[in-house]
């Protein structure tokens, strides 16, 4: 059983949980992360913002799409070599594959939220900040994540860790920074996909402990491939 407790699925108190992620520490950026993270501070602005959610998003399915990926392929290699293939061996590509689908899944559904939210409320970037930049940070961060799987996977699950504890401390902060959300109705067609939620406040609150659940994740498996603890 896992050491970290996940919160999916589960009926929680969204304020306290909330609360929690606030006072707790932040993973130090690496390098990589200070750099992208700087450049979206630029693009967008400092201020926690839609748009600017929606570009994490966009960006936060990649490295479970390299994961589920680099399994399939590892696969392939397993039951192409001569002798028999080992349970614990596939299993542990199974488990790699699963992390990786339901993850990304997770994401995009964040991103498809966000972006209909923005449609509801009219929120309008330039064509550049709305199409261009996107997609060069996607494309920029689509090879480093492959890359960096293919020369060592547990790299990229340490980096995965560390952009997640972002994403969850900028969700919750957000959401503090915008109280009048605690009495904001929101609907979207994507709650087919996503838990429901009664407000703005609870939905991005949720939205920000998905994220946390992804880095505890990550740790995980972090310490799963290198047999230490994740600090």
Aim: glycine share 4%; aromatic share 14%.
């Amino acid at each position: 059983m896992s050491k970290y407790q996940l919160t999916m699925g589960k009926d929680l108190d969204l304020k306290a949980e909330q609360a929690k992620s606030l006072a707790s520490p932040l993973l130090p950026a690496n390098i990589i992360l200070r750099i992208m993270f700087m450049a979206m501070d630029v693009i967008y602005g400092q201020a926690r913002t839609l748009p600017k959610f929606l570009v994490i998003e966009i960006l936060a399915r990649y490295p479970y799409w390299a994961w589920e990926n680099r399994a399939y392929i590892w696969f392939t290699k397993l039951y192409t070599r001569a002798g028999w293939v080992r349970k614990p061996d596939s299993d542990r590509l199974v488990r790699l594959i699963e992390l990786g689908r339901k993850s990304q899944d997770n994401e995009q559904h964040h991103m498809l939220i966000i972006e209909d939210i923005m449609r509801q409320k009219d929120i309008r970037l330039s064509l550049v900040r709305r199409r261009l930049l996107p997609k060069l940070l996607a494309c920029g961060y689509f090879f480093l994540t492959r890359a960096m799987f293919f020369v060592r996977p547990a790299w990229s699950f340490a980096m995965n860790a560390r952009f997640e504890s972002h994403a969850e401390h900028e969700y919750m902060k957000m959401v503090a920074e915008h109280p009048e959300w605690d009495n904001e109705l929101v609907e979207t067609a994507y709650f087919e996909y996503y838990p429901r939620q009664k407000t703005m406040a609870d939905l991005f609150r949720r939205i920000g402990l998905d994220e946390r659940d992804h880095m505890h994740e990550s740790m995980e498996y972090w310490e799963y491939l290198t047999g230490r603890e994740f600090k």
